[in-house]
């Protein structure tokens, strides 16, 4: 296992501080990177140090951070800001090209849960990234959505999230409570000692839930024909689409390659093994690959 330095940053994205967290395995010469993204709510000390840990360990350089809102990170507090996040990601991959421990012609973005879905964006958007990895992610549709919703519910559902965008709810919530990760599998995680984290609070704009149902993820598809991409995902996923995770394969043209694993929740990819392990291994495996 690599000898893993651990190197606090600050950077700039649009005027606004983001915190991070460079991870440098102690190996020579330039070295494949990766910029990592996380779930909804998420900060750096949760599951994407965890992934920036593993393949820091299988000899990649790493950097994770808190996107603007959330965590250590300037910007207006726990809201869901699509174009800022992919503007954060663009920051992120300049700090890696500018590190001379990092081979700039190798730069991924990795995306877990949410992440998977702006990792997809941003790389579909920005030719200095080489390859693109989603973990148990969200490759949301809008047009998807509305057709599961019916086009009325969808637009009465985004417009009472327009109606109240200033108003805080929980994150998370036992029992059934009023959450905007509803559910007793999102608690398992952020509701207990599993996400421990002082940078992670327990609410977020109901404005947040009006990007996530708006952000377009999947129609980035064949935007990357260019760029390998890699799919990891488990096979029973109630909070992560696996038919979603399949539709963004099947229609990204050219070098690509998918993964399943028999994991029994969502969740198991953050922090369970074996599921853990082999997400990381395949990722650090395909990242590797990349062309020189």
Known sequence: MTTVRTERITFGSEGVELVGELRLPAVKGPRPAVALTGPFTGVKEQVVGTYAERLAQAGLVTLAFDHRGFGESGGRRQHE???GKLADLRAAVGVLTGRPEVDP??????????????????????????????IAGAYNSPVRIARTMGIDTYRSAIGGFLDRYDEYVPAVAPDGGEAAM?????????????????????????????????????????????????VVHGRTDAYCSPELARELHERKPGEKEIVWLDADQHIDLYD??????????????FLHRLRR
């Open 81 to 83: 800001d699509s174009q």
């Open 182 to 230: 509803g559910g007793e599998e999102p608690y398992a995680y952020y509701g207990t000692a599993r996400s421990a984290s002082p940078h992670w609070r327990d609410e977020v704009t109901r404005g947040s839930l009006h990007s996530l149902m708006t952000f377009d993820a999947l129609g980035a598809a064949e935007l990357l024909a260019a760029t390998p991409l890699l």
């Open 272 to 285: 369970m093994e074996p599921y853990v392990t082999r997400a990381a291994q395949a990722t650090a495996d």
């Open 105 to 134: 012609a190798r730069i991924g973005v990795v995306g877990i849960c949410l992440g998977g879905g702006y990792a997809v964006r941003a790389a579909a958007t920005d030719p200095r990234v080489n390859a693109v990895a989603g």
